[in-house]
């Protein structure tokens, strides 16, 4: 069965420094990932999303994901956060680019000091 | 880019009492919405497939009998929490997909519901 970890369920970061989420899945065969950000109260935003070719995506607001099949993960990273960064990250699997069920991980919260 | 409104954004109600929360693609046909529930500090859990002119289709567990789908038109799908409960007090989340190929995933904002 299909399912996603997200191992970290806070971090807290000081703004302009680096950041990686993580998040690790478990599907047979390829799969089709996603990551999402809500800021409090809101829906979700996809930042990116990979489907195949470069296991390097670019997504908007400067983040960036790498696939790994290898490792089962498709960690989330930034250089240089913002504090309007600050809200919860949800990674998501699914089985297609038009699956009607994603997956998601249970999210991990950024806090971003000043 | 494309929208999905959702409406009420928060509702407070009695317990026992139904409310109807709706899921409106503004500037795209949705052919398939999905209706999605989030427990505080929890991640979204998918409750139900709602397919324009048909019956939705609904996750194991999710009681069809209390959370009422209909999806009468392309651009309009709402769910109706019947005889709402306090347990039922959550964060639901629509999503909605256009009718083209390899179209993505656009979700609302949400609504926060209440049952006191």
């Known amino acids: 069965a299909q399912s996603v970890t997200q191992p970290d369920i806070h971090i807290t970061v000081s703004e302009g420094a680096s950041l990686e989420l993580r998040c690790n899945y478990s599907y047979g065969a390829t799969p089709y990932l996603f990551w999402y950000v809500q800021s409090p109260g809101q829906g979700l935003q996809l930042l990116l999303k990979?489907?195949?070719?470069?296991?390097l995506v670019q997504g908007i607001k400067g983040f960036e994901a790498e696939f790994k099949r290898s490792q089962s993960s498709f960690n989330l990273r930034k250089p240089s956060v913002h504090w309007s960064d600050a809200a919860e990250y949800f990674c998501a699997v699914g089985a297609n680019y038009n699956t009607d069920k994603l997956i998601f991980g249970t999210g991990t919260r950024l806090q971003v000091f000043p | 880019g494309a929208v999905v409104s959702q409406h009420p954004s928060r509702v407070i109600c009695k317990s026992g009492t139904s409310v109807k929360i709706e899921c409106r693609s503004l500037?795209?046909?949705?052919?398939?919405m999905f209706w999605y529930r989030q427990f505080p500090k929890q991640s979204l859990m998918l409750m139900a497939t709602s397919n324009e002119g048909s019956k939705a289709t609904y996750e194991q567990g999710v009681e069809k009998d209390k959370f009422l789908i209909n999806h009468a038109s392309l651009t309009l799908s709402t769910l109706t929490v019947t005889s709402a409960h306090p347990e039922d007090s959550s964060f639901y989340i629509c999503?909605?997909?256009?009718?083209?190929?390899?179209?993505?995933?656009?979700f609302g904002n949400g609504t926060r519901l209440t049952v006191t």
């Open positions: 500037d795209f046909q949705a052919t398939t």
């Open positions: 990979y489907f195949s070719g470069d296991t």
């Open positions: 999503s909605a997909r256009a009718q083209s190929n390899n179209s993505p995933l656009h």
